[in-house]
Protein backbone atom coordinates (compact mmCIF):
# COMPACT_ATOMS: atom_id res chain seq x y z
CA UNK A 1 0.00 0.00 0.00
CA UNK A 2 1.59 3.08 -0.81
CA UNK A 3 -0.14 4.74 2.41
CA UNK A 4 2.73 3.19 3.85
CA UNK A 5 5.16 5.00 2.85
CA UNK A 6 3.54 8.54 3.50
CA UNK A 7 4.95 10.99 6.15
CA UNK A 8 2.05 11.78 8.23
CA UNK A 9 3.99 14.76 10.00
CA UNK A 10 5.34 16.06 6.07
CA UNK A 11 1.69 16.17 4.36
CA UNK A 12 1.14 19.45 2.74
CA UNK A 13 -1.56 21.63 4.03
CA UNK A 14 -2.70 22.59 0.39
CA UNK A 15 -2.92 20.72 -2.23
CA UNK A 16 -4.05 22.03 -5.48
CA UNK A 17 -4.83 20.00 -9.03
CA UNK A 18 -5.48 20.57 -12.56
CA UNK A 19 -7.69 18.26 -14.18
CA UNK A 20 -6.42 17.63 -17.29
CA UNK A 21 -6.97 14.86 -19.99
CA UNK A 22 -11.22 14.30 -19.72
CA UNK A 23 -11.87 14.87 -23.74
CA UNK A 24 -8.99 12.83 -24.55
CA UNK A 25 -9.95 9.65 -22.49
CA UNK A 26 -13.14 9.98 -24.11
CA UNK A 27 -11.83 10.54 -27.66
CA UNK A 28 -9.80 7.57 -26.95
CA UNK A 29 -12.94 5.79 -26.03
CA UNK A 30 -14.99 6.49 -28.98
CA UNK A 31 -17.08 8.85 -26.76
CA UNK A 32 -17.98 12.46 -26.83
CA UNK A 33 -16.13 14.68 -24.62
CA UNK A 34 -18.99 15.55 -21.90
CA UNK A 35 -18.90 11.61 -21.51
CA UNK A 36 -15.17 12.17 -20.43
CA UNK A 37 -16.11 15.07 -17.99
CA UNK A 38 -18.92 13.21 -16.14
CA UNK A 39 -16.82 10.39 -15.70
CA UNK A 40 -14.14 12.57 -14.06
CA UNK A 41 -16.17 12.72 -11.00
CA UNK A 42 -15.69 9.85 -9.60
CA UNK A 43 -11.55 10.53 -10.17
CA UNK A 44 -12.85 13.91 -7.80
CA UNK A 45 -14.96 11.95 -5.30
CA UNK A 46 -11.70 9.44 -5.01
CA UNK A 47 -9.22 11.86 -4.13
CA UNK A 48 -11.21 14.37 -2.24
CA UNK A 49 -12.12 10.73 0.14
CA UNK A 50 -7.59 10.53 -0.10
CA UNK A 51 -7.29 13.61 1.15
CA UNK A 52 -9.65 14.11 3.75
CA UNK A 53 -8.70 10.41 4.77
CA UNK A 54 -4.75 11.55 5.24
CA UNK A 55 -5.36 14.49 6.79
CA UNK A 56 -4.49 16.69 4.52
CA UNK A 57 -6.47 20.49 5.30
CA UNK A 58 -7.01 22.15 1.81
CA UNK A 59 -7.66 20.66 -1.84
CA UNK A 60 -8.48 23.08 -4.56
CA UNK A 61 -9.57 21.38 -8.04
CA UNK A 62 -9.41 23.80 -11.59
CA UNK A 63 -13.06 22.92 -12.58
CA UNK A 64 -13.14 25.55 -14.93
CA UNK A 65 -11.31 27.95 -16.03
CA UNK A 66 -11.76 31.47 -17.96
CA UNK A 67 -10.49 30.37 -21.51
CA UNK A 68 -13.03 27.44 -21.14
CA UNK A 69 -15.80 29.97 -22.36
CA UNK A 70 -14.54 29.24 -25.93
CA UNK A 71 -15.12 25.89 -25.72
CA UNK A 72 -18.25 24.68 -28.06
CA UNK A 73 -21.73 25.98 -26.05
CA UNK A 74 -22.45 22.13 -25.85
CA UNK A 75 -19.50 21.35 -23.74
CA UNK A 76 -19.87 24.45 -21.81
CA UNK A 77 -23.43 24.02 -21.19
CA UNK A 78 -22.93 20.64 -20.50
CA UNK A 79 -20.31 21.00 -17.87
CA UNK A 80 -22.47 23.74 -15.89
CA UNK A 81 -25.37 21.46 -16.38
CA UNK A 82 -23.10 18.64 -14.26
CA UNK A 83 -21.32 20.93 -11.73
CA UNK A 84 -25.09 21.94 -10.22
CA UNK A 85 -26.15 18.05 -10.36
CA UNK A 86 -22.77 17.13 -8.50
CA UNK A 87 -22.85 19.72 -5.88
CA UNK A 88 -26.60 18.51 -5.05
CA UNK A 89 -25.41 15.07 -5.20
CA UNK A 90 -22.64 15.62 -2.89
CA UNK A 91 -23.78 17.94 -0.24
CA UNK A 92 -24.65 15.00 1.64
CA UNK A 93 -21.54 13.41 1.28
CA UNK A 94 -19.50 16.28 2.00
CA UNK A 95 -21.89 16.96 4.99
CA UNK A 96 -21.07 13.68 6.27
CA UNK A 97 -17.46 14.06 6.39
CA UNK A 98 -17.30 16.86 7.50
CA UNK A 99 -15.70 18.81 4.75
CA UNK A 100 -16.56 22.83 3.37
CA UNK A 101 -16.89 23.72 0.18
CA UNK A 102 -15.55 27.14 -1.44
CA UNK A 103 -14.93 28.57 -4.54
CA UNK A 104 -12.64 30.85 -6.23
CA UNK A 105 -13.11 32.31 -9.32
CA UNK A 106 -15.67 35.24 -11.19
CA UNK A 107 -18.77 33.41 -9.74
CA UNK A 108 -20.56 36.13 -10.93
CA UNK A 109 -19.93 35.28 -14.77
CA UNK A 110 -21.34 31.53 -14.13
CA UNK A 111 -24.82 30.62 -15.08
CA UNK A 112 -27.46 32.17 -12.22
CA UNK A 113 -28.87 28.23 -11.65
CA UNK A 114 -24.74 27.01 -11.62
CA UNK A 115 -23.99 30.15 -9.07
CA UNK A 116 -27.19 29.67 -6.93
CA UNK A 117 -26.31 25.88 -6.13
CA UNK A 118 -22.67 26.28 -6.01
CA UNK A 119 -23.45 28.95 -3.06
CA UNK A 120 -26.07 26.93 -1.41
CA UNK A 121 -23.17 24.24 -1.39
CA UNK A 122 -20.79 26.81 0.72
CA UNK A 123 -23.38 27.70 2.62
CA UNK A 124 -24.77 24.50 4.22
CA UNK A 125 -20.97 23.28 4.85
CA UNK A 126 -19.57 26.63 5.94
CA UNK A 127 -19.80 25.16 9.76
CA UNK A 128 -17.37 21.71 8.52
CA UNK A 129 -13.89 21.73 9.32
CA UNK A 130 -12.03 18.57 8.61
CA UNK A 131 -10.75 19.37 5.27
CA UNK A 132 -11.68 22.71 2.73
CA UNK A 133 -12.77 21.92 -0.91
CA UNK A 134 -11.99 24.98 -3.09
CA UNK A 135 -13.49 24.82 -6.50
CA UNK A 136 -11.67 27.16 -8.62
CA UNK A 137 -14.69 28.61 -11.40
CA UNK A 138 -14.24 30.19 -13.90
CA UNK A 139 -10.93 31.32 -12.67
CA UNK A 140 -8.02 33.02 -14.31
CA UNK A 141 -5.11 33.86 -12.22
CA UNK A 142 -4.42 36.67 -14.09
CA UNK A 143 -7.86 37.69 -13.84
CA UNK A 144 -7.44 37.34 -9.78
CA UNK A 145 -4.74 39.38 -9.54
CA UNK A 146 -5.68 42.48 -12.05
CA UNK A 147 -8.49 42.35 -9.78
CA UNK A 148 -6.38 42.68 -6.57
CA UNK A 149 -4.36 45.30 -7.99
CA UNK A 150 -7.04 47.39 -8.50
CA UNK A 151 -8.84 47.12 -5.17
CA UNK A 152 -5.51 47.39 -3.45
CA UNK A 153 -5.20 50.79 -5.73
CA UNK A 154 -8.69 51.92 -4.38
CA UNK A 155 -7.61 51.83 -0.97
CA UNK A 156 -4.48 53.88 -1.99
CA UNK A 157 -6.04 56.21 -3.49
CA UNK A 158 -8.97 56.70 -0.79
CA UNK A 159 -6.70 56.99 2.04
CA UNK A 160 -7.46 53.29 3.38
CA UNK A 161 -3.98 51.72 2.59
CA UNK A 162 -0.16 53.34 3.09
CA UNK A 163 1.72 52.79 -0.12
CA UNK A 164 4.53 52.30 1.93
CA UNK A 165 2.67 49.39 4.00
CA UNK A 166 2.13 47.38 0.59
CA UNK A 167 4.60 43.67 0.79
CA UNK A 168 3.69 40.35 -0.75
CA UNK A 169 1.53 39.62 2.45
CA UNK A 170 -0.74 42.98 1.77
CA UNK A 171 -1.07 41.96 -1.53
CA UNK A 172 -2.16 38.17 -0.76
CA UNK A 173 -4.79 39.89 1.42
CA UNK A 174 -6.64 40.95 -1.98
CA UNK A 175 -6.40 37.83 -3.68
CA UNK A 176 -9.35 35.28 -4.01
CA UNK A 177 -7.51 33.01 -2.11
CA UNK A 178 -6.91 35.24 0.93
CA UNK A 179 -8.32 32.90 3.79
CA UNK A 180 -6.38 29.86 1.98
CA UNK A 181 -2.62 28.81 2.40
CA UNK A 182 -0.68 28.55 -0.33
CA UNK A 183 -0.60 25.48 -2.11
CA UNK A 184 3.09 23.57 -1.69
CA UNK A 185 1.75 20.63 -4.18
CA UNK A 186 0.29 21.02 -7.51
CA UNK A 187 -0.58 17.70 -9.62
CA UNK A 188 -1.84 18.01 -13.28
CA UNK A 189 -2.81 14.97 -15.12
CA UNK A 190 -2.82 13.98 -18.49
CA UNK A 191 1.28 14.45 -19.08
CA UNK A 192 1.20 18.45 -20.11
CA UNK A 193 3.58 19.80 -18.70
CA UNK A 194 2.24 23.75 -17.58
CA UNK A 195 0.39 25.41 -15.04
CA UNK A 196 -2.33 27.15 -17.55
CA UNK A 197 -3.47 30.62 -16.03
CA UNK A 198 -3.80 28.69 -12.29
CA UNK A 199 -2.93 29.74 -8.92
CA UNK A 200 0.18 31.67 -10.35
CA UNK A 201 0.98 34.05 -7.74
CA UNK A 202 0.24 31.03 -4.82
CA UNK A 203 2.31 28.61 -6.73
CA UNK A 204 5.89 30.35 -6.16
CA UNK A 205 7.14 28.09 -4.33
CA UNK A 206 4.87 24.85 -5.02
CA UNK A 207 6.17 21.46 -6.14
CA UNK A 208 5.17 20.64 -9.32
CA UNK A 209 3.88 16.71 -9.95
CA UNK A 210 3.44 15.82 -13.47
CA UNK A 211 1.78 12.45 -14.57
CA UNK A 212 0.62 11.16 -17.56
CA UNK A 213 -2.57 9.66 -16.42
CA UNK A 214 -5.61 11.06 -17.53
CA UNK A 215 -8.23 12.52 -14.77
CA UNK A 216 -11.05 10.16 -15.49
CA UNK A 217 -8.39 7.24 -14.50
CA UNK A 218 -7.07 8.95 -11.73
CA UNK A 219 -7.40 7.13 -8.30
CA UNK A 220 -6.15 7.45 -4.95
CA UNK A 221 -3.06 5.53 -5.58
CA UNK A 222 -2.19 8.19 -8.10
CA UNK A 223 -2.66 10.88 -5.27
CA UNK A 224 -0.52 9.10 -2.67
CA UNK A 225 2.11 8.44 -5.34
CA UNK A 226 2.14 12.79 -5.76
CA UNK A 227 2.59 13.28 -1.86
CA UNK A 228 5.46 10.42 -1.94
CA UNK A 229 7.07 12.16 -4.35
CA UNK A 230 6.42 15.86 -2.67
CA UNK A 231 7.86 14.24 0.15
CA UNK A 232 11.09 13.21 -1.37
CA UNK A 233 12.15 16.61 -2.76
CA UNK A 234 14.03 18.64 -0.57
CA UNK A 235 12.14 22.29 -0.24
CA UNK A 236 14.93 24.86 0.16
CA UNK A 237 13.42 28.34 -0.40
CA UNK A 238 16.58 29.83 -1.38
CA UNK A 239 18.48 28.25 1.01
CA UNK A 240 21.52 25.91 0.50
CA UNK A 241 20.81 21.85 1.03
CA UNK A 242 23.15 22.44 3.80
CA UNK A 243 21.16 25.29 5.37
CA UNK A 244 18.00 23.01 5.31
CA UNK A 245 19.91 20.10 6.78
CA UNK A 246 20.80 22.08 10.06
CA UNK A 247 17.58 23.30 10.52
CA UNK A 248 15.93 19.53 9.84
CA UNK A 249 18.29 18.59 12.39
CA UNK A 250 17.86 21.70 14.67
CA UNK A 251 14.39 20.55 14.68
Known sequence: MYTDQIIYSKL???IAIIMDGNGRW????GKPRVFGHKSGVTAVRE????AAELGIEYLTLYAFSTENWSRPTFEVNALMTLLVETVKQELATLNKNNIRLKAIGDLSGLPK????????????TAQNTRMTLVLALNYSSRWEIVEAAKKMALDVSEGNLNIDAVNADVFSGYLNTKDIPDPE???RTSGEHRISNYLLWQAAYAELYFTSVLWPDFRKEHFYQAIIDFQNRERRFGKTSEQVSERNLEN
Open 185 to 187: LMI
Open 47 to 50: VTEA
Open 113 to 124: KTRETLLQGIEM
Open 26 to 29: AKEK
Open 12 to 14: PRH
